[in-house]
């Protein structure tokens, strides 16, 4: 019996997930530390020629080696598989002259450096390459003798035979290109990076929410990049026109929209007995166009909710604005049944309805000025009114409906 539904073993998949978020989340943070040094723009790319390649001018200039660890052992020693791992990688590509020989090879690891290890001359810092070449030489010596020795098998002997069939000057040469950098921040850790990058892009009071809007667009940037042949790369002026534009939805004048909430598939069949649906049924609206309310009413209801919740919004701008709403649609119904007269007939009636239900399609009353996407939480709001039955499409809506909100007697 399993102790625990959420309790990792042996084979979960866990530690591989986290490496990969590490990956899109680390490229995110590397891109926006290089914005405002490059100014002739960069490619990100993700899963090509390594974990992440940053391109200039249509040559590959850097590429990162990422190593992420739950535990933050140092454990990156001299034979260590993330170092050899990353070696054999860097020495397969630039002998199949995938890699320039000009590129900047990076491995970073959420691991410490062990004192006494061959990695400690390959620093940013305090470099001494000769002495990282003397000591990848003198591991593969020594792993060497040890295979020649009987019933002694070599771990990485495949990656070791790469570097000792690599000729000195290319040896030196590769050692020249490869740094370092270990006791990276993790996956955690790199939320506080992410915000310090962007504390100057968003009011003090809003940064985490801009970092979610930022990070929940190249999540899913990130994914096309990998999964679709025809966008596997991210220019830098794509991350520059995204942070401008959150920068607008984040003014006083504004309010930011939530992708996540525009791109979530809603399930129409958890509102068929909402009372805005009744609302559209009685007006005999066809059901795609009841699946729109449907899908507006959830933008508009997830979207204030969450404004409400990170203060952007305040209960007496929703009150506000939703009385201005009302006093749109009043005039409208007002003026439409008038014209019907006391004795319509239903189908009179059904007609009216339709009429005011398509102006209530067409509107768009943006709750800041500057807002974007306005005309569909303009659509679901009403949807929510309608929901309350503060307002209504069909002209006896309120006696039809009625019942709808009557709550049952308790015994």
Known sequence: MSSGSNQHTQFSAGDSAL???????????????RLPQEDDGFVVYLE????IVFEQQGTPRELLQLKHHKKKAANLTDRSEDLWKSLRVWI?????????????????????????SLVQYLLKENRDEMEAVKGLRDVVSLEES????????????????????LEPEEQEALVH??????????????????????????????????????????????????GDPRSFRIYSSE??????????QYQSNSLPIYEDIFDAEVDGSAYDEAVFV?????????????????????????????????????????EKYERRLKEEWEIVFDRITDELGAE???????????????????????????MQESSSITRGSFQILSDNLDIGWHPDFETRLKYLLELPEVS
């Open 278 to 318: 009744k609302q559209a049924q009685l007006a005999e609206i066809s059901e795609k166009r009841i699946f729109t309310a449907i899908r507006d009413y959830y933008r508009a209801f997830e979207q204030r909710s969450r404004w409400l919740r990170e203060e952007l919004l305040y209960i007496s701008d929703l």
């Open 344 to 370: 319509a007939a239903e189908s009179a009636k059904i007609e009216a309805a339709k009429r005011i239900y398509a102006w209530v399609e067409d509107r768009d009353y943006p709750l800041r000025p500057r």
């Open 19 to 33: 490496g990969y978020l590490y990956q899109v989340r680390l490229a995110l943070l590397l891109a926006l530390e």
């Open 239 to 248: 991350i520059d026109s995204k942070i401008k534009d959150l920068r607008e």
């Open 48 to 51: 090509t020629l390594d974990d």
């Open 146 to 165: 040890k295979r020649k020795e009987k019933g002694k098998t070599v771990v990485n002997e495949k990656r070791y035979s790469l570097f000792r069939n």
């Open 92 to 116: 397969e590509g630039r002998k199949a002259g995938a890699i320039p020989h000009d590129a900047k090879l990076f491995l970073i690891t959420t691991s410490s450096a062990g004192s006494d």
């Open 177 to 226: 290109s490869i740094t370092v950098f270990p006791h990276t921040p993790d996956i955690i850790d790199l939320n506080q990076e992410l915000q310090s990058c962007l504390y100057y892009a968003a009011p003090r009071d809003h940064q985490q929410s801009f970092l979610e809007g930022l990070e929940g667009w190249w999540y899913r940037r990130s994914i096309q990049c990998i």
